[in-house]
């Protein structure tokens, strides 16, 4: 069974940071998977964070402020977030899209995801 565990939410003050871990197990070839954050507001829609296979992609909202990671020994992927602002308070999935070749922004290109974990950032 194909699991995505997302770890490290939690309540900071803006300017504050925060590291996201999403261990994962079950995906045929970890490394073969492009890997992605997305995350979701109250009332608001899901919406793309960063995404990375060799490369890595990231919403302009926090570009220069998020760095995406991923250890593939580990099978897992992480998001340090530097700079925190109150508009990135949300709940933060974790997504494995298959097609490794591209990085997709669209929430339905990928085929797992993870419960989620809340950031809460404060004035």
């Known amino acids: 069974q194909v699991q995505l565990v997302e770890s490290g939410g939690g309540l900071v003050q803006a300017g504050g940071s925060l590291r996201l871990s999403c261990a994962t197990s079950?995906?045929?070839?970890?490394?073969?998977?492009?890997m992605a954050w997305f995350r979701q507001a109250p009332g608001k829609e899901r919406e793309f964070v960063s995404a990375?296979?060799?490369?890595?992609d990231y919403a302009d909202s926090v570009k220069g402020r998020f760095t995406i990671s991923r250890d593939n020994a580990k099978e897992s992927v992480f998001l340090q977030m530097n700079s925190l602002k109150p508009e990135d308070t949300a709940v933060y999935y974790c997504?494995?899209?298959?097609?490794?070749?591209?990085?997709?922004?669209?929430?339905?290109?990928?085929?797992?995801w993870g419960q989620g974990t809340q950031v809460t950032v404060s004035s």
């Open positions: 997504a494995a899209d298959p097609n490794l070749g591209r990085l997709h922004k669209a929430q339905d290109e990928y085929h797992y």
């Open positions: 990375i296979n060799w490369n890595t």
């Open positions: 079950g995906l045929t070839t970890f490394a073969l998977y492009a």
